[in-house]
């Protein structure tokens, strides 16, 4: 007979190890599935001089802290090997790189289908992320423009910009840290939709996430909550922001209306020529392997009640933003979310 799990962990980052270490104080009989041929998932696809905006003690797994990192905050080289020496202290079984390719429901269990096998199991934490899903929006003119286009996700560092007209086209995070380093070598033009908003240069990670959770709990209690409060979505103050700061580099300018063959049109009418273009514009979610189940809204998300999907008995979504839990997007926030997935799991298999 096929071997039968009670839980399947599609995924390999931070919210799929997380639930993992929960998994592993309970008696399930459980396997996680990356589709990475290493440890640190998107981590490992990220540019190269991505930093974290926390202290190490902040941004850290349930279990273990994140090791002191040599600078202000940890870089992605640190991260890939917390994550990597993280697997190996809790010895997850982790199998890869196994590519789910679909999760359909019959009979009461899951059939969770890859190119190699078909893993049945009573229960799915899906904990696939975002990375595989860049959003870039829709522009007048874009398949006419011959030059160069990727996304955040495909940039790795600014070398192949040199001396180049580049336009850095977010808001956010991203965008500010990636347009700080293009410019040492590029022409660039940072386009967002509205100014944005630096946030003081003593509030970091860990300080909005302290801010956030005062909120979270304040709502919990039906309590006021301070909206003026630092907001997530500004611009933190790492290193190099700071420097590109000192260079004058971090004015915006509003987005263009469309593209021609070699550029973009202004809203004034003026044409520009540009290289290439990176855009900075986020992501959606990851869920394509769920189409099967037929459980997505309009906005590519699936209903849940907390990390519970509402329409689908046995199926759990974590780590996807504040819609699958508080602060479930970052390291330090995603243990609650799997904490109490976990729980959930455990009562609802004692049920079936």
């Not at 190890?17 to 009989?29: D, F, N, Q």
């Not at 699936?302 to 509402?310: L, R």
Request: aromatic share 12%.
């Amino acid at each position: 007979m096929q071997e039968i799990y009670d839980t399947v962990v599609i995924g390999g980052g931070q919210s799929a190890l997380a639930c993992g270490y929960y998994l592993r104080r309970t008696k399930l009989h459980y396997v996680l599935l990356d589709d990475q041929e290493a440890p640190g998932a998107s981590w490992r696809k990220y540019w190269d001089s991505l930093t974290l905006f926390s202290p190490a003690a902040f941004s850290s797994l349930p279990g273990w802290l994140m090791p002191e990192s040599q600078g202000a905050f940890p870089t992605r080289e640190e991260v890939i090997d917390y994550l990597t020496r993280y697997e190996q202290r809790y010895e997850f079984p982790i199998e890869r790189p196994v590519q789910v390719q679909e999760v359909c429901f019959s009979e009461g269990l899951f059939e969770v289908k890859t190119a190699r096998k078909t893993y049945l199991t009573r229960t799915v934490v899906s904990a696939t992320g975002t990375f595989r899903k860049p959003l870039i929006p829709a522009y007048p003119g874009a398949d006419t423009f011959r030059n160069l286009q990727l996304h955040s996700s495909d940039y790795k560092n600014p070398e192949p910009f040199k001396n180049k007209r580049v336009l850095i086209v977010g808001g956010g995070n991203s965008g500010a840290q990636i347009l700080a380093e293009v410019s040492k070598v590029a022409h660039t033009s940072w386009v967002t939709l509205n100014e944005v908003i630096f946030l003081p240069d003593d509030v970091d990670g860990r300080v909005l996430f302290d801010q956030a959770s005062a909120r979270y709990y304040a709502m919990q209690h039906g309590k006021e909550v301070n909206t003026s409060q630092f907001h997530v979505g500004n611009i933190v103050m790492v290193p190099p922001v700071k420097e590109a700061r000192s260079r004058g580099v971090l004015h915006t300018v509003r987005p263009f209306l469309r593209f021609y063959e070699d550029g973009v049109v202004w809203s004034d009418g003026q044409r520009e020529p540009v290289d290439a273009v990176i855009w900075c514009t986020g992501f959606g979610y990851a869920l394509d392997h769920l189409d099967c189940l037929d459980l997505k809204t309009q906005k590519g998300r699936i209903e849940v009640d907390g990390t519970k999907a509402k329409e689908q008995a046995g199926l759990w979504l974590v780590g996807y933003g504040t819609w699958t839990g508080f602060a479930s997007a970052t390291l330090i926030g995603v243990g609650r979310s799997a904490r109490q997935t976990v729980a959930e799991i455990q009562e609802y298999l004692e049920q079936v």
